[in-house]
């Protein structure tokens, strides 16, 4: 019995099936080993964008920032883990995976409400902050998820149509880092037209605030302005503004000139343009295929 069974060992089926056995064995420690060893590579490693619009790509620009970071940064993220969405859990993963000089918290404001009050922020809202510098910033999901308010309008459902994880996260780590922000001023008085909400948060990104300045009533241009713009002006300058401009100029400031179409003389505002070798012209530039 005993030679019997040794020689089924020996067999070719028998040969084949301990090959296969052996072979499910290793592939088995092999998955094993991986698995140990992904599980000690950094989330920027581990995670592999294969969303559509690769929205959890980070560009060099900001890992550029994020590698000359000497600051540590904290990330408070007022908001329930569970059910935040995973397009948010997963870049600020990847994100602060970026620098080890960025920590993460998660606060659960149902079972913390006391802590949006004393951070003076709403739910779902993450506070970007720097110790050294004592400034902070707050990113609201809806600024990271940004919806299609056109399709409420028309169809009255929203849906998220923009992603702008890094643009925000990068934008806040600019901003309290910095020591100093830019101020920018525009123009009033001319008949000029107002920012659009648009405009406003690519300044507030980029880490500039915004005021208005009517050079009739001041009579002067603020010393903090480090840009300076006109935004379509539909009436002229007087002369007492263009030597406003003119001295501001002089000493190195900046000035942005946006044209609009009008039928008032700008003999003043126009001449100033012409002492830099301005010269306005008629008419229109056109995009004839897209508009």
Request: charged share 25%; proline share 1%.
């Given at each position: ?63 550029k920032?994020?590698n000359k ?50 951070a ?7 506070v ?96 903090d ?67």
């Open positions: 019995m005993l030679e019997k069974i040794k020689k089924s060992f020996r067999s070719a089926s028998s040969k084949n099936g301990s090959y296969s056995v052996g072979m499910i064995a290793l592939v088995i420690c092999m998955v094993i080993v991986v698995n140990l060893i992904a599980g000690q590579l950094p989330e920027n490693v581990k995670s592999i964008d294969i969303s559509d619009n690769n929205i959890y790509g980070v560009s060099k620009t900001s890992k920032v994020l970071l000497d600051k540590k940064e904290t990330f408070k993220i007022y908001a329930e883990k569970d059910s935040t969405d995973t397009r948010i859990k997963s870049f600020i993963k990847k994100y602060t995976a970026l620098s080890d000089k960025i920590s993460v918290k998660w606060i659960d404001p149902v079972l913390h409400p006391a802590a949006l009050t004393k003076g922020v709403e739910k779902d809202t993450i970007i902050s720097c110790k050294d510098t004592g400034k902070t910033k707050s990113v609201s999901f809806d600024d990271i998820l940004v919806s299609d308010s056109y399709s409420y309008y028309t169809t009255g459902s929203s849906s998220a149509s923009e992603f702008d994880g890094e643009g925000q996260f990068t934008s806040a780590i600019n901003s309290v880092t910095s020591e100093q922000t830019e101020k920018m001023y525009y123009t009033t008085g001319h008949g000029e037209a107002a920012f659009s909400d648009s405009v406003t948060k690519l300044f507030s990104k980029n880490n500039m605030t915004t005021d208005e300045v009517n050079l009739m009533m001041t009579g002067e241009i603020p010393d302005c480090d840009l300076l713009i006109i935004d379509g002006a539909t009436s002229d300058f007087t002369k007492d503004e263009v030597k406003l401009l003119s001295s501001y100029l002089k000493k190195g400031g900046k000035v942005v000139t946006l044209l609009a179409q009008t039928n008032k003389s700008m003999k003043n505002l126009y001449g100033l343009l012409k002492d830099y070798g301005l010269t306005v012209q008629s008419g229109y530039i056109a995009d004839t295929e897209r508009s």
